[in-house]
């Protein structure tokens, strides 16, 4: 049934798309296709999918409906579904807690909250907590994002207060999830301000390692050291000077996290993704051996699963790993061995517990460390460019970018070609490992 309907999705999304070229074979090249909608031309067929997706959703949503029906009265498709027995339907709306004494003002104004947070744990049907989850988030006006899977849940949603305190409430009086205490969720200053939009899905791990769950389990992860601990074992490495001798101070996290805030005299790999990790650890395999590993990232989740890998390759001596991440380390040692800021997925980019500057400007070399995304159009990275380059146009991440820009501004076009992370700062750059 899943991928009979998303078939059907598939099929009403194109359908309507399709409805919407108005040109093609332009001066004999079928490549030259554009569409109109809305009173706008789209020339690039991700310009279109992502204006149709954010603006006309409701008329997808009919014309999927409308597929689905005339697939299910086709004889052929009625043979081809297996007859099972059908599941008694989980009714969410009891997990969904009252809000009648909360005034609608408290859910969406006042102070705002955003929550971090992951459990793991073995969930039968994540597509039930999935719509649960979904539905108990719009209740209470959160945006943000939850991914759900058979291995647990990982979430940061973004919120006023009383929404963040309700949302905890109901997390933990789940049957499944009431194991999570309640310091297990890192709160910080933000709100639903600091997310786009909402999402909420299935997927197969809840964190993106890029290794089946079955294969790597969580279970298998490294000793737990709550802030206090770690906070010695820290000290200890610095204050013996032995760095990298007998024990590692390992950064789990992605190059531009560590490269604005980092623990000193940590390992921090230079790679783009957490799915790079396992590789990684493959090709320095006799970094690690025989060594004592300390182990930390942003809120705790990739060390699970980071630990659990470099565990099942039996060379370590020990793996230990921050119980709560950065986050929690901060909230008791704010002026610790921590120094700069701790980057964070959502707008805010980055959130501070000292002054300390570590990164600089990617033009002038300047202290600076407050990303903000490169402005050619279909770049994704992140750039640290100070307010007084920002000023001089140095808004790319970039010279391949900052030249397409230049370019894009002399054509008087609003639009260039669609070359996502193919820029000097992630093609050119020696990737580790090879993206599979």
Same mark, same amino acid.
């Given at each position: 049934m899943?991928k009979?309907?998303a078939?059907?999705?598939? @099929?009403?999304?194109?359908t309507?798309?399709?409805?919407?070229?108005?040109?093609c074979?332009?001066?004999?090249?079928?490549? *030259?296709?554009?569409?109109?909608?809305?009173?706008?031309?789209?020339?690039?067929?991700?310009?279109?999918?992502?204006?149709?997706?954010?603006?006309?959703?409701?008329?997808i949503?009919?014309?999927?409906? !409308?597929?689905?029906?005339?697939l299910e009265?086709e004889?052929?498709?009625?043979?081809?579904? $297996?007859?099972?027995p059908?599941?008694?339907?989980?009714?969410i709306?009891?997990?969904?807690?009252?809000t009648g004494y909360i005034?609608?003002?408290?859910?969406?104004?006042?102070?705002?909250?955003? %929550?971090?947070y992951?459990?793991?744990? $073995?969930v039968?049907?994540?597509?039930?907590? =999935?719509?649960?989850?979904k539905? %108990?988030?719009?209740?209470?006006?959160?945006?943000?994002?939850?991914r759900?899977?058979?291995e647990?849940?990982?979430?940061?949603?973004?919120?006023? &207060?009383?929404?963040a305190?309700?949302?905890?409430?109901?997390?933990?009086?789940?049957?499944l999830?009431?194991?999570?205490?309640?310091?297990d969720?890192?709160m910080?200053?933000?709100?639903a301000?600091?997310?786009?939009?909402?999402r909420?899905?299935?997927?197969?791990?809840?964190?993106?390692?890029?290794? =089946?769950p079955?294969?790597?389990?969580?279970?298998?992860?490294g000793?737990?050291?709550?802030?206090?601990?770690?906070?010695?074992?820290v000290?200890?490495?610095?204050?013996?000077?032995d760095?990298f001798?007998?024990?590692?101070?390992?950064?789990?996290?992605?190059?531009?996290e560590?490269?604005i805030?980092q623990?000193r005299?940590?390992?921090? $790999?230079?790679?783009?993704?957490?799915?790079?990790?396992?590789?990684?650890v493959?090709q320095n395999l &006799?970094?690690?051996k025989?060594?004592?590993?300390?182990?930390?990232?942003?809120?705790g989740?990739r060390?699970? @699963?980071?630990?659990a890998?470099?565990?099942?390759?039996?060379?370590?001596?020990e793996?230990y790993? %921050?119980?709560?991440?950065?986050?929690?380390y %901060?909230e008791?040692?704010? &002026?610790?061995?921590?120094?700069?800021?701790?980057f964070?997925?959502?707008?805010?980019y980055?959130?501070s517990?000292? =002054?300390?500057?570590i990164?600089?400007? !990617?033009?002038?070399?300047?202290?600076w460390?407050?990303?903000q995304?490169?402005?050619t159009q279909?770049?994704?990275?992140l750039?640290?460019?100070c307010?007084?380059c920002?000023l001089e146009g140095h808004?790319a991440?970039? *010279?391949a970018?900052?030249?397409?820009q230049g370019?894009?501004?002399?054509?008087?076009s609003?639009?260039?070609?669609?070359?996502?992370?193919?820029?000097?700062?992630?093609d050119? !750059?020696l990737r580790?490992?090879?993206e599979?």
């Amino acid at each position: 049934m899943k991928k009979y309907h998303a078939f059907c999705r598939r @099929r009403a999304f194109a359908t309507y798309v399709a409805s919407k070229t108005d040109g093609c074979c332009k001066e004999g090249n079928p490549t *030259l296709a554009y569409w109109c909608c809305c009173g706008q031309t789209f020339r690039e067929s991700s310009s279109i999918h992502k204006h149709v997706a954010k603006t006309h959703a409701s008329e997808i949503l009919t014309t999927f409906k !409308r597929l689905l029906s005339q697939l299910e009265e086709e004889e052929v498709v009625k043979h081809q579904r $297996p007859s099972v027995p059908q599941a008694e339907p989980v009714n969410i709306a009891q997990w969904i807690p009252a809000t009648g004494y909360i005034t609608e003002d408290q859910l969406q104004k006042g102070p705002g909250k955003v %929550l971090l947070y992951y459990c793991y744990r $073995p969930v039968e049907d994540p597509h039930v907590i =999935s719509a649960w989850q979904k539905d %108990l988030c719009e209740n209470l006006h959160l945006t943000g994002k939850v991914r759900v899977a058979t291995e647990g849940i990982n979430g940061t949603v973004g919120g006023t &207060e009383a929404a963040a305190d309700m949302y905890i409430k109901a997390m933990r009086s789940h049957p499944l999830f009431n194991i999570i205490e309640e310091d297990d969720f890192k709160m910080s200053d933000g709100g639903a301000q600091c997310f786009s939009d909402l999402r909420v899905g299935v997927y197969k791990e809840i964190v993106p390692m890029g290794v =089946s769950p079955d294969v790597i389990s969580y279970k298998l992860a490294g000793i737990h050291l709550q802030p206090e601990e770690f906070h010695k074992e820290v000290e200890v490495l610095l204050s013996n000077g032995d760095l990298f001798n007998d024990t590692i101070l390992l950064d789990c996290r992605n190059f531009y996290e560590s490269k604005i805030g980092q623990f000193r005299h940590c390992l921090a $790999p230079n790679i783009r993704k957490f799915s790079y990790f396992p590789d990684y650890v493959d090709q320095n395999l &006799e970094l690690f051996k025989d060594k004592k590993v300390l182990m930390y990232c942003t809120g705790g989740i990739r060390c699970e @699963r980071a630990s659990a890998y470099l565990r099942s390759k039996d060379v370590c001596k020990e793996v230990y790993q %921050l119980k709560g991440g950065i986050h929690k380390y %901060l909230e008791h040692f704010p &002026e610790g061995f921590y120094r700069g800021k701790m980057f964070v997925f959502d707008k805010r980019y980055a959130i501070s517990s000292n =002054s300390d500057v570590i990164s600089e400007c !990617r033009y002038y070399s300047s202290p600076w460390d407050q990303y903000q995304l490169c402005t050619t159009q279909f770049c994704c990275q992140l750039v640290l460019s100070c307010p007084a380059c920002r000023l001089e146009g140095h808004t790319a991440c970039c *010279l391949a970018c900052q030249t397409k820009q230049g370019r894009a501004q002399r054509d008087g076009s609003s639009s260039t070609p669609q070359q996502k992370e193919e820029c000097e700062c992630t093609d050119g !750059r020696l990737r580790v490992p090879q993206e599979v």
